[in-house]
Each structure stands twice: as C-alpha cells, then as structure tokens.
C-alpha cells in the first residue's frame, strides 16, 4: 500500500515537500515514481528513483523538484521548490517491483497511492 501526503495549497515561488508511505513487500526492492493529473488531462510523469537509486525528472520540473528514498523509514520524499500554477495538479505515489532502469510509463507501475492535491497560485 501507498499513501501520499503533504499537499496543500502555496503561492508560486513556494515549496513543498510530498511523502509517500509504502507498507507491505520488500521496500528496497521496489522502484518508485511520482505523477501528476491535472483535471482534464492525462496523468503525467513527474520522478522517479529506482531500487538502486536511480533518479529521472521530467523536463518540466528538473531543476526545481527532487526525488529521494529512505529505505530506512519505507519512504519516498518528493521535495518541490519554485512551485508555479502549472504544477497544480494531484500528485501520485506509484510502485513497481524492481527495475534497475527508470520507467516512466503509468502502466508500468503496478501499485498505486490515493493522491494528495497541490495547488499552486499566482
């Protein structure tokens, strides 16, 4: 299981750091991901750190978003600096099994978080 937390609504120029608590498996084996839909439209590639340690941004947000995993704590951390009103959406823990390469497909992810609302104002 996946649950998201740390939304909420901030001005542009904010940050905000999301968490992902995953429960049930062996965390260090899994890669984990990040997504972002916004209504309307499709569910998006944000990051992703794989098993290994592997981090991949989309274009949209390198350089102003940062993924890390504690394995420790059974964590995923999705920090986000430079927040604009592009970046609202819902955002999505995901997982996988594996994985020493990045994917950044949603089918390819098999578990799933409820998702927590980032609203960015200008």
């Known amino acids: 299981q996946l649950a998201e937390s740390g939304g909420g609504l901030v001005q542009a120029g904010d940050s905000l750091r999301l968490s992902c608590a995953v429960s049930g498996g062996s965390f260090r084996d899994y890669s984990v991901a990040w997504f972002r839909q916004a209504p309307g439209n499709e569910r998006m590639f944000v990051a992703t750190?794989?098993?290994?340690?592997?981090?991949s941004y989309a274009r949209s947000v390198k350089g102003r978003f940062t993924i890390s995993r504690d394995n420790a704590k059974n964590m995923v951390y999705l920090q986000m600096n430079g927040l604009e009103p592009d970046d609202t959406a819902n955002y999505y823990c995901?997982?996988?099994?594996?994985?020493?390469?990045?994917?950044?497909?949603?089918?390819?992810?098999?578990?799933w978080g409820q998702g927590t609302q980032v609203t960015v104002s200008s």
């Open positions: 750190i794989t098993k290994n340690g592997q981090t």
């Open positions: 995901a997982a996988r099994y594996g994985g020493n390469m990045a994917v950044f497909t949603a089918p390819n992810y098999g578990y």
